[in-house]
């Protein structure tokens, strides 16, 4: 947790967010020998009052000691060894820190997210427990965001098979939302899963936090798997920062039913896979790789 308390700090002064902190004090923050000495260069620049200044010291205090007192969670700071590499395709909006409850080596395993709808129609449903299973049975934990639908069947069907998953959230790691999905949660840390966050481990949900969840969840996994969705949803936000970091994407395209989101995706991405057959989905995952040059995903089709 390196640097730790030094961004707590900033983000606790006045106007400044994780944006401002990349574009306007990186430099200084990843130059400073100590919290103490970032204090004293914030001081200098005299934009902020010792009002201002004081009562970030105080919030920032605050919350490291709560965290250092709660051994149920643990701090990665960008600035940490194993913070994990494929969010640094993210760039200046990668999370500054990562809040994890639970096992923390499984951020550093290969990986999938399942992802979808909240309603996600019957044949989805069947569909999406059959591959979950079989992605179980490979090395590859289960990242979803812990939503209704498409995320709680991801998640609950990797539990029941005693597998790894992992949880991204859009609140702290101490707020599971819906509570509905309480129970899963610890349940995913009790099967050696985790929840992760970037946000401060109390925090409640905002509107803007789903999409930059989202993007989290694209960065980190290797591959995104759509079950179902509609062109105007959520889980759109996830295809599109995986796009744009370059992860392979799969839509569930069966023969029986079209759904627009699925399709949309497949006809405007040329990389995007679809998927009807489990058994040669998983074989084409056995051969997919991150190139680590590039940060971009490298697969052999089969």
Not at 35 to 45: G, R, V, Y
Not at 225 to 240: A, D, L, Q, Y
Request: proline share 3%.
């Amino acid at each position: 947790m390196i640097k730790f308390k030094e961004i707590l700090f900033l983000k606790n002064l006045k106007r400044v967010g994780k944006a401002t902190i990349y574009k306007t004090y990186w430099d200084v923050l990843n130059e400073s020998k100590d919290f103490n000495d970032l204090i004293l260069k914030i001081e200098k620049t005299s934009k902020f009052s010792k009002e201002d200044i004081d009562k970030a010291i105080q919030n920032a205090s605050d919350l490291y000691d709560y965290v250092n007192n709660d051994e149920e969670i643990h701090v990665i700071t960008v600035f940490d060894d194993n913070y994990p590499e494929k969010l640094m395709v993210m760039e200046n909006k990668r999370p500054l820190i990562l809040y994890v409850k639970g096992n923390v080596d499984a951020l550093t395993k290969p990986n999938i997210s399942v992802i979808g709808t909240r309603k996600p129609s019957e044949i989805s449903q069947n569909f999406e427990k059959e591959l979950v299973e079989n992605i179980a049975k490979t090395d590859r934990v289960v990242v979803s965001g812990l939503a209704l639908g498409c995320d709680k069947i991801a998640h609950q069907t990797t539990v029941d098979a005693g597998k790894i998953t992992i949880a991204v959230l859009p609140s702290g790691v101490n707020v599971i939302k819906p509570v509905a999905n309480k129970k899963l949660a610890e349940n995913i840390l009790k099967n050696n899963g985790c929840l992760v966050s970037e946000y401060d481990p109390d925090a409640k949900v905002f509107r803007g936090n789903y999409v930059e969840r989202d993007a989290i969840v694209a960065a980190f996994c290797d591959a995104t798997f759509v079950v179902e969705c509609g062109v105007k949803s959520g889980t759109m936000h996830t295809v599109n920062a995986a796009i744009d970091y370059g992860r392979q994407i799969y839509c569930y395209s069966p023969d029986e039913i079209s759904f627009d989101g699925n399709e949309f995706i497949l006809v405007n991405n040329e990389n995007a896979v679809a998927v009807n057959d489990i058994e040669e989905f998983c074989n084409d995952l056995k051969n997919l790789t991150i190139n680590e040059n590039n940060n971009s995903i490298q697969q052999t089709l089969i």
